[in-house]
């Protein structure tokens, strides 16, 4: 099965579907979802997975109370500097179980990787809907919003934006800060 590879940013050979823990880096996590636009790209500004993570830990998990859920946030969309990610009406059809398996997958993989636990807490999928609620009604983000939209919130962050450099540079130090390095 180790056969269809990818090159990451630092060089290393990664097998997505055949994943070997060892080749799991935080500087290539770091680099590819800086590089990622949330959205699809269908956003007002570049605005990046990194972004995406480090806002949710800064705004739901930021006390040292959370600390250990503040990793999961970090590290929730990690999957996808390997697999990158698919919109969700897409993602959730039953053709496309493979890749949510695969995807699970490699979560499981990268969380025990960075030394938690495989099963992600139940606040993580809560509280990144709650972030993508708040880019979506986001000034700088998605606005004007859809009418269709469903969830509606008040938003209270304010998101800048960044460019891949520092959403990488951010995305680093989050890391380095919470797992202590």
């Not at 993508?132 to 939209?149: K, R």
Request: proline residues 7%.
């Amino acid at each position: 099965m180790r056969r269809d590879w990818i090159q990451t940013f630092t060089g290393k050979k990664f097998f997505p579907l055949d994943p070997k823990m060892e080749d799991i880096c935080i500087e290539d996590i770091a680099h590819s979802l800086s590089m990622q636009c949330r959205f699809v790209g269908h956003s007002k500004q570049f605005y990046s997975v990194a972004e995406h993570s480090i806002a949710m830990v800064n705004c739901w998990f930021s006390g040292p109370e959370n600390k250990d859920l503040a990793k999961y946030a970090i590290l929730h969309d990690a999957s996808e500097a390997y697999l990158c990610d698919m919109p969700s009406p897409i993602k959730h059809l039953p053709e496309f179980q493979f890749y949510r398996e695969a995807e699970k997958r490699l979560s499981k993989m990268i969380y025990v990787r960075f030394g938690l636990d495989p099963a992600e807490p139940d606040l993580i999928k809560r509280a990144d809907y709650e972030i993508l609620c708040e880019e979506a009604m986001s000034e700088q983000i998605m606005s004007p919003l859809h009418p269709d939209w469903l969830h509606r919130c008040d938003p209270v962050i304010r998101f800048a934006t960044l460019s891949p450099n520092l959403a990488e540079k951010f995305y680093l130090e989050k890391f380095k800060q919470l797992f202590a390095i």
